[in-house]
């Protein structure tokens, strides 16, 4: 499960920035390495809410930083998600 | 027919100036008045903050009779919260400017809405804060009981202020106004909700005349909470629609504004600085403090504003934005106005620079300058924006602009999604 939320958000990322999936690494700053601006910070939590019906807190949104904390963010929701069910 | 409603007084007070003479002086002399604020806990500075400080402001210079104020105080069994004194001034000049003796009018001639997001949370929290440390601190063998007891005791009241028919009741008590009366918060946006609740009430006949307020008093609990969420401007300078703008800058103020019945305002020969065609008003409802860029709420709440007034998007000569100056709320601003407006190149401003955000007042207190800037047919230039970002196709008046405006549109999106547009002719 971990890989493939991994991988998911890389692709995602990769559709928003137009850099391939594997050049996208776990410690990338989402600003200084990718370009992601809050914007794109906004498109990203409307992609994961849309794609996995999840929501994504205000504080989680605004304190994403690096690509391992989009991963970590997901899999929490979708851990929470799987509990609920 | 459908009764039309015009504006007939306007009562500001914002960094710039206190009154609608010192108020507009100050915006054509940039008198922004932004200021390093150092909060302190004990001896030690807490934190240091730029503030738009509204100036030389006196309760007592107001006319507001003493009693008044006094049972206020007596209430509150403490000196009257910066927001309650902001609004009963702006209140006051707004009577005052449009020419009405509320003394004789209130009772039943006049209806209130009173908008405020956080009206006695000011007090409430220092409260809490102070007497929770000295007893702390001090703490000399007093049981859990009495240590609770004492605190709740202290702080009840202020808990009570905080319940927003207080700042109707007392608004409305000192101003002997006795008609339908209303409590608005829609956040940021409290001020359009407000004029568009005021004109549905003197349209249903309630009331002919119908005062509508707001007030925000700057404090460090709501500088820390922009800052904590990265939405303040370290350099004290707000670039509304800028790349370079990191956030914004708190301001502090009030903005009143007579609402009333077109026949009578005519019967009683008042001076109309506009008419009030319309509004749009959207919930968007998806994060608190974030906008769904993207989305179509705002550009919604735009095309109901036209629709309601009756207004061709041609016939808009120019558009006041919100420009919180954070990235994702002024490009969502932008994106909705380019939606709507398409490459139309409608000219748009935003007047935060000079005053600072006042949150609840924001729209009220930008109204002002708004209805001067049609009085005076020149529009003060966005202030610290020197280059806008790419994204945005929007024409920002960044020069002065000696400017023939008839019909304008004042925009808002709010915390929590509460979309907002508002359309005014000049008379």
Known sequence: MGQNVAQEVKEMLARMTGFEPEEIKDEMDLVKDLGVDSLKVIEIATAIEKTYQVTVKDNQLIKLKKVKEAIQLLQDLLDKKAKRQ | ?427
């Not at chain 2, 100036?17 to 100050?26: L, P, V």
């Not at chain 2, 003197?202 to 002919?208: A, G, S």
């Open chain 2, 1 to 427: 027919m459908s009764k039309r409603i015009v504006i007939t007084g306007i009562g500001p007070i914002a960094s710039v100036g206190i009154g609608k003479e010192d108020f507009w002086k100050g915006i054509i002399n940039k008198n922004t008045n932004v200021e390093l604020a150092k909060s302190h806990a004990g001896d030690e500075i807490w934190d240091e903050y730029y503030v738009h400080k509204v100036q030389k402001f006196d309760i007592h210079n107001f006319g507001i009779n003493e009693d008044d104020l006094e049972y206020i105080e007596d209430w509150k069994e403490s000196p009257i919260d910066m927001d309650m004194q902001y609004m009963l001034a702006a209140v006051k000049l707004a009577f005052d400017d449009g020419k009405i003796d509320y003394k004789k009018a209130g009772k039943d001639s006049v209806g209130l809405i009173v908008t405020n997001e956080n009206l006695g949370m000011e007090d409430f929290c220092n409260k809490i804060l102070n007497e929770s440390y000295k007893k702390m601190r001090d703490s000399t063998g007093i049981s859990e009981k009495a240590f609770s007891d004492d605190v709740y005791y202290k702080i009840v009241k202020n808990g009570y202020e905080v319940q927003t028919f207080m700042p109707l009741f007392h608004v409305a008590r000192t101003f002997n106004i006795h008609k339908y009366s209303l409590f608005v918060n829609n956040a940021c946006a409290s001020g359009l909700y407000a004029i568009e609740a005021a004109s549905d009430m003197i349209k249903l006949n309630k009331t002919p005349v119908v005062v509508v307020c707001a007030s925000d008093h700057s404090n460090v609990y709501k500088h820390l909470w922009f800052k904590m969420i990265n939405m303040y401007e370290p350099d004290g300078k707000m670039k509304p629609y800028s790349s370079k703008s990191k956030g914004l800058v708190m301001g502090e103020g009030a903005s009143a504004l007579i609402l009333e019945d077109y026949d009578h305002a005519k019967k009683r020969g008042a001076h109309i600085y506009a008419e009030y065609l319309g509004g749009g008003f959207r919930l968007e409802g998806w994060k608190i403090t974030i906008p769904q860029v993207g989305g179509t709420s705002y550009q919604e709440a735009i095309e109901d504003a036209l629709t309601a007034s009756k207004t061709s998007k041609e016939g808009i000569d120019l558009i006041c934005g919100h420009a919180p100056s954070t990235m994702a709320a002024d490009a969502y601003e932008a994106q909705a106005i380019s939606s709507v407006f398409g490459d139309s190149n409608i000219s748009v401003t935003a007047f935060k620079p000079y005053v600072g955000h006042t949150l609840g007042a924001s729209t009220l207190v930008e109204l002002a300058i708004l209805l001067l800037a049609m009085e005076n047919d020149f529009v003060p230039p966005v202030l610290n924006t020197k280059e806008i970002d790419s994204r945005f196709k929007i024409d920002l008046i960044k020069d002065k602009r000696k400017l023939k405006i008839k019909t304008v549109m004042k925009l808002c999106c709010a915390f929590a999604g509460f979309n907002a547009a508002s359309i005014f002719r000049k008379a």
